[in-house]
């Protein structure tokens, strides 16, 4: 692993340390993205352990806000994101995450489903680009979720929605298509082209790098991250191992390197902390070197791009430092 770098997709829910002195270990720097998900804590809760981790490890640590939908369906709703979004910067929040909750779970009547260009979330976008905020943005799945299971590509997916049925698309024949969401996506973009955007995992385009080079190209202000499709990015470099290698250079300003390993207390600190430290390793080792690699996502082989190291401390570090302000490290 390089030198110095930053894990730029996290979600550090709960106070143990273990993670933390691992990360010292690396000398790494954390990304933590609060995320309104039904199975986390409230949102003021997952800031709280941010701001302790902060002042324990000034410089380090950075986070992003998010808002709750408690006041959907109210006239209150759009006032309320704003406000909590507002409290969140108050505490030194980056800026604003949007999860793919919006379109999978919250309805219109009963029958269509809200997406994220509809109009009520406007006001919400244009104070986010009145004040220069950043917006993370992680609209629709991985195309694997609107397949069966058994025609899933690689097997974290496979495991993900065999857990969470409640959002595998692919058993619900009335929720937006793959397709409806990246549209909505794109349109929402469409609306505020100087919001500086990071479509997370890849946009949800992981199965394609000439998708993800499309919106790179066609939104300036954009920028996106791995966090979480690697193997994607691995299972292509099987069959197009210099496009994938290309794609990395030619944008290699605007890729930011996660891992997107949640903490929730679920899995014990010390497992959550060797797994942070077999993804950085393993993610270097693709990334960086040209060894031969295979993967318990998918069968068979592939080999590490080998990208410059120019490129690699740009989506290790450089560009994480300087889109998230990690200033101090
Ligand atoms: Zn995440």
């Not at 002042?55 to 959907?72: A, E, H, L, Q, S």
């Not at 919001?195 to 190209?217: N, P």
């Amino acid at each position: 692993m390089i030198s110095k770098f930053i894990d730029a997709h996290v979600h550090l829910n709960t106070h143990s340390s273990e993670k933390m002195e691992k990360m010292m270990e690396y000398n790494a720097g954390f990304l933590s993205i609060n995320t309104n998900i039904p199975f986390f804590d409230e949102i003021v809760e997952q800031e709280k352990i941010i701001l302790e981790y902060q002042k324990k490890y000034p410089g380090r640590i950075k986070y992003f806000t998010t808002f709750n939908f408690k006041k959907w369906g109210s006239s209150h709703f759009v006032d309320d994101a704003i406000c909590q979004i507002k409290r969140g910067l108050e505490n030194g929040a980056l800026g604003v995450k949007i999860w793919k909750d919006v379109g999978f779970d919250y309805h219109q009547k009963d029958k269509d489903f809200v997406m994220i260009d509809a109009p009520i979330f406007d006001p919400i976008f244009e104070y986010i680009q009145e004040n220069n905020l950043i917006l993370l943005g992680h609209q629709g799945e991985p195309r694997n979720c609107w397949l069966p299971l058994e025609k899933m590509t690689v097997n974290s997916d496979r495991d993900y929605f065999k857990e969470h049925p409640e959002y595998h698309m692919f058993l619900k024949e009335k929720h937006p298509s793959y397709e409806d969401h990246m549209r909505a996506r794109d349109q929402m973009l469409d609306k505020f082209p100087d919001i500086t955007y990071v479509g997370l995992h890849l946009f949800s385009m992981e199965w394609s790098i000439d998708e993800v080079a499309y919106r790179l190209d066609r939104y300036p202000k954009t920028l996106t991250d791995v966090a979480g499709r690697v193997s994607h990015l691995q299972l292509q470099a099987k069959v197009n191992w210099k496009g994938i290698r290309d794609f990395f250079i030619k944008y290699q300003d605007r890729i930011i390197y996660g891992t997107d390993v949640i903490d929730d207390g679920i899995i014990p600190a010390e497992e959550i902390a060797a797994r942070f430290e077999h993804l950085w390793n393993f993610h270097y080792d693709f990334f960086a070197t040209r060894k031969t690699l295979s993967t318990p996502e998918f069968q068979g082989e592939f080999v590490g791009l080998n990208l410059p190291k120019s490129v690699v401390k740009k989506i290790f570090y450089t560009n994480a430092k300087e889109t998230y302000g990690f200033y101090n490290f």
